[in-house]
């Protein structure tokens, strides 16, 4: 099954590099990937799209967690939450198809960002299985690049809060 | 060395916050990248200084110094081929959950991705084997980042940090201000087990007909074994251990089962196949113990103690988890106990088994055997030793007839299997112990693969015996070709090509005997064990193509487990 993760790791240099390791090196699926900033400065979100049954998720967790960098792991498929994703589509134009395509684009409430005589570029935003759905409507154009965010998400109502601090003595 | 306003280059700050951390020794070799840390350890005069001869050497002398007392071992070696030589040696630590911080040079930072001389990104190599790395990037970050480093190493489950210290780094200044607490937010090792599951643990403990002790390093290195001895004799708890976790328990208490797996003992492996309650106790339900997976203790009621949440359900789903520090777990789940379990009719039937296939070998046609030579060293020193082994039969057959009496004692490479781990980590044990004996036991392959230690623990004049059994063989790999590859025996067959190793230990200045003959081998360890002020060496000469069992092969079931040879006329 496909499990959504949320990840807070430190902005460290290799924070990224060690998780990445962690997936690779213990035969962990990697569907989709995005790392971005967040409300505090020193720390990054990673959204991590993995898949398996749930004691491979159960060690994706626990894996992610031993990770000295990373702050909160959070399986959000076990909670209300949103998600996003962004894709930038460039197809090419054909006698006629220019309207076509920007109907589409309406219909899935995206805009055009770029126009050539040869091409256009699309941009669409939403859940990822909306832009499944651009994708496979505008297949038939011939699409010639595309590029996809990746999916961000977060829990609905509540925020992920930091712990706070406190001090380890040894 | 301290300037009055307390600015100090990053060297002096490196060896201020080693004195901090109560370093005493450190394992190193120099090179260009740590000129400037070497130019003011010579006048360093609170620690001492290890040259070894190979980096790799450094590291396994960290990880028995480590694993002898307790304490994180240190490593100091330069840039490029010195970090890189070190990999094998921070993957074993890795592997057995070893606190060592190794402390690698390199290039200047604004050099760094230039593939300038002497660089290897040693932070991404080593990256899946340390438990976590450092890129010094600022000397104001050196005295945090080191005090990090120890304390990651040395606390939860223990294992390596890397600390990559750009020449630059190191020699740049700062005011120096000693960090005293550490707080790292995304590390937070639980240590206090669940109240409850603790109280549930002791009820299944109680009502447990056939219950077995599984005990893994963890109970050492929590520092559990005298919870562990209380806890087991109060409860009439028999106690089978992993590679790792002998002399958790007394290998001699009746209630020691020895150790289980696929070179365990006949009798702890079936108390495995037949307990009702199986107790783990910083183990990790390792392939070399369980077998198949699907078999392993399969009608038992599985608990397991583990300070490392990733070991809980990774290769065996259990029934209760408890998250904590072992030690603290035992005690309280000893007193917990709400009444000892009936295990009388348990011990009687176990002690049928240990009747029905003991541990024998052929000991009458006057032929030199491993197991004879280690239970000679076992009685000479009544399991009372610092007994570090290298990886192959002759490791196997140590851990069944060597029964050692105390932890910290068994040395050997488990997770990683590393040969060439015995000699360097005896010479670090050497810097820790000095109370007890210290047997470096290793076979006629392994002792080539870090021969050169030898020097340094001639040059130290560390009084550790050094034992080869020499059965000619990769034994280990050569028992493998003959049970499952065809008696192919391919690249294993050293007789004609292995070095005199009298003249060896000679040529390093240490005083080398050898034998083949049964009858000599107490008059010899009689004279390795008389001389306590420097390093001697014992060659066994054994039969070539004896084999190790009981063995429950690779991926196998108890049921499948082999408790002599198939073919006896393959004994030669
Ligand atoms: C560095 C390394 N290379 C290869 C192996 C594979 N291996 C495991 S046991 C063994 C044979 C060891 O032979 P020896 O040191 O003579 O010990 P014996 O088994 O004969 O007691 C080998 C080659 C290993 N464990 N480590
Ligand atoms: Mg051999």
């Given amino acids: 099954m496909k499990h959504t993760i949320s990840v807070l790791v430190e902005n460290h240099f290799g924070a990224f590099d060690r998780v990445a390791t962690m997936f690779s090196g213990k035969g962990f699926n990697i569907r989709s990937i995005s790392i971005g900033e967040t409300e505090i400065a020193e720390i990054s979100r990673m959204t991590i799209v993995t898949e398996g049954d749930d004691q491979i998720i159960d060690q994706v967790v626990k894996q992610l967690n031993r990770l000295i960098d990373t702050i909160k792991v959070v399986d959000l498929a076990d909670t209300y939450h949103v998600e996003r994703e962004l894709a930038l589509i460039s197809i090419g134009l054909h006698k006629g198809s220019m309207e076509q395509i920007k109907n589409i684009c309406d219909i899935f409430r995206g805009s055009i960002v770029d126009i050539t005589n040869k091409s256009m570029m699309i941009e669409v935003t939403g859940p990822p299985d909306k832009i499944d759905a651009a994708v496979n409507v505008l297949a038939p154009f011939g699409i010639k690049e595309m590029a996809r965010s990746g999916i961000v998400a977060l829990k609905r109502g509540e925020q992920l809060k930091i712990q706070k601090k406190e001090n380890i003595t040894t | ?572």
Avoid at chain 2, 100 to 115: A, E, K, M, R, W
Avoid at chain 2, 497 to 526: H, M, Q, R
């Fill in chain 2, 1 to 572: 060395m301290k300037k009055s306003d307390n600015t100090l280059n990053g060297a002096e700050i490196f060896f201020e916050c080693l004195k901090r951390e109560k370093v005493e020794h450190i394992f190193g070799y120099p090179g260009g990248a740590v000129l400037k840390l070497y130019e003011h350890l010579h006048d360093v005069n609170f620690l001492q200084h290890i040259l070894v001869r190979h980096e790799q050497g450094a590291v396994h002398a960290a990880e028995g110094y480590a694993k002898a007392s307790g304490k994180t071992g240190v490593v100091l070696v330069t840039s490029g081929p010195g970090a890189t030589n070190t990999v094998t040696g921070i993957a074993d630590a890795y592997m057995d959950s070893v606190p060592v911080v190794i402390f690698t040079g390199q290039v200047p930072s604004h050099l760094i991705g230039n593939d300038a001389f002497q660089e290897a990104d040693i932070v991404g190599i080593t990256r899946p084997i340390t438990k976590h790395s450092f890129l010094v990037r600022d000397v104001k970050e050196l005295a945090l980042t080191i005090r990090k480093a120890f304390y990651i190493a040395s606390t939860g489950r223990p294992g390596p940090v890397l600390v990559d210290l750009p020449k630059d780094v190191i020699a740049s200044k700062c005011e120096f201000v000693y960090p005293e607490d550490v707080e790292i937010r995304g590390y937070k090792p639980t240590y206090k087990g669940h109240t409850n599951q603790i109280k549930k643990v002791a009820e299944v403990i109680a009502a447990a007909k056939r219950p077995l002790l599984y005990v893994g390093g963890g109970v050492i290195m929590s520092g559990g074994s005298q919870e562990l001895a209380l806890f087991a004799r109060e409860n009439k708890l028999p106690v089978a251990m992993t590679l790792q976790g002998l002399g958790a328990f007394p290998g001699t208490d009746d209630l020691s089962l020895g150790m289980l797996g696929m070179h365990g003992t006949y009798w702890a492996n079936r108390a495995v196949d037949n307990c009702d309650v199986l107790v783990s106790l910083g183990a990790r339900f390792d392939d070399r113990v369980t077998g198949k997976v699907e078999t392993f203790a399969k009608n038992a009621y599985k608990i397991h103690v583990d300070i490392d949440p990733t070991c809980i359900d990774k290769n065996v789903v259990v029934d209760l988890p408890v998250v904590g520090d072992v030690k603290h777990i035992i005690a309280e789940i000893a007193s917990e106990m709400p009444n000892p379990p009936e295990t009388g009719e348990w011990l009687e039937q176990i002690n049928e088994w240990r009747e029905e296939c003991p541990l024998v070998y052929e000991d009458n046609d006057g032929r030199l055997r491993t197991e004879f030579v280690i239970e000679k060293i076992f009685q000479k020193t009544k399991g009372e030793a610092v007994v570090v082994t290298d990886v192959g039969q002759h490791q196997m057959w140590t851990a069944q007839y060597y029964k050692y009496n105390n932890p910290r004692s068994n040395l050997t490479s488990g997770g990683l299997g590393t040969m060439g781990f015995s000699i360097p980590a005896a010479i670090g044990a050497s810097f820790a112990v000095k109370d007890r004996p210290i047997i470096s036991i290793s076979g006629d392959g392994g002792f080539q693969m870090n021969i050169q230690e030898l020097i340094t623990a001639a040059a130290y004049k560390v009084p550790v015996k050094f034992i080869i059994i020499n059965n000619s063989f990769l034994g280990m790999v050569r028992q493998w070709q003959e049970l499952f590859h065809a008696e192919k025996f391919s690249f294993t067959d050293l007789s004609a090509s292995n070095p005199d190793f009298v003249k060896v230990g000679e040529a390093f200045g240490i005083e080398s005997y050898s034998t083949d003959n049964p009858k000599e081998v107490d008059s010899l360890l009689d004279k390795a064990f008389s001389v306590n002020d420097r390093a001697i060496l014992l060659e066994f000469k054994v039969v070539k193509a004896d084999m190790v069992f009981p063995m429950v092969p690779s991926g196998g079931s108890i049921s499948d487990m082999m408790v002599k040879r198939l073919n006896p006329k393959r004994m030669i």
